[in-house]
């Protein structure tokens, strides 16, 4: 039982290019979210999904793309990257319901250049 | 809306207790509260839902009041291994719908 799996755990991208983070979950977890998070703004959701091809924005959608094809993988893709996109960025599962955590995973470092 | 954490910091001795408070200018419906040690990922510590429960973990526990819409978080006799980034969550105020909004975090140092 794997958890939340993030690949890859360091970036370093030109501004322009594009890239897709990816993330898996193991635990047949209906909810899954991506966050991003800077040094004093604490943890901002970009998007979110409820269910295999559910998929809706969060607080800091521009620039980013979601799909969910399955109930295990929810990547996300930057379409072309900008400086300001720099982050850390979290996948994190949680079951249906709303009466339980989110288990995040292990995060992805990206640096926009 | 971010929910409004309070204080963005603070530093205890060994064996002190400390209150993190979690505000929201909206109806919840639960209250998740995380902690963050420094480049790691956040861990789930307890929820709260709506129906002003108050929950414990060990020397850690919570309350919940839905009428003022705030959490807060009760560490008593801290430990070395308290300090880190505690993070609220909330969702509301329709039922939970996958969309987990936090607080900008309350950066707790323990000092021997």
């Known amino acids: 039982n794997a958890g939340v799996t993030q690949t890859p755990k360091f970036q370093v991208l030109k501004t322009g290019q594009s890239m897709t983070l990816q993330c898996a979950q193991d635990m047949n977890h209906e909810y899954m979210s991506w966050y991003r998070q800077d040094p004093g703004m604490g943890l901002r959701l970009i998007h979110y999904s409820v269910g295999a091809g559910i998929t809706d924005q969060g607080e800091v959608p521009n620039g980013y793309n979601v799909s969910r094809s399955t109930t295990e993988d929810f990547p996300l893709r930057l379409l072309s990257a900008a400086p300001s996109q720099t982050s850390v960025y979290f996948c994190?599962?949680?079951?249906?319901?709303?009466?339980?955590?989110?288990?995040f995973g292990s995060g992805t470092r990206l640096t926009v250049v | 809306q971010q929910p409004v954490q309070s204080p963005q910091a603070v530093i205890l001795r060994e064996g002190e207790d400390a209150v993190i408070n979690c505000s929201s200018s909206?109806?919840?419906?639960?209250v998740h509260w995380y902690r963050q040690k420094h480049g790691e990922a956040p861990v789930f510590l307890m929820i709260?839902?709506?129906?002003?429960e108050q929950k414990g973990h060990d020397k850690i526990s919570a309350s919940f009041n839905e009428k003022k819409q705030q959490s807060s978080l009760y560490l008593t006799a801290s430990q070395l291994s308290y300090s880190g980034t505690y993070f609220c969550?909330?969702?509301?105020?329709?039922?939970?719908?996958?969309?987990?909004?936090f607080g900008k975090g309350t950066k707790l140092s323990v000092k021997p």
């Open positions: 709260l839902l709506k129906g002003g």
């Open positions: 909206k109806a919840l419906y639960s």
């Open positions: 969550g909330t969702e509301g105020p329709g039922g939970s719908q996958g969309n987990l909004i």
């Open positions: 994190a599962s949680s079951p249906l319901g709303g009466a339980y955590g989110y288990t």
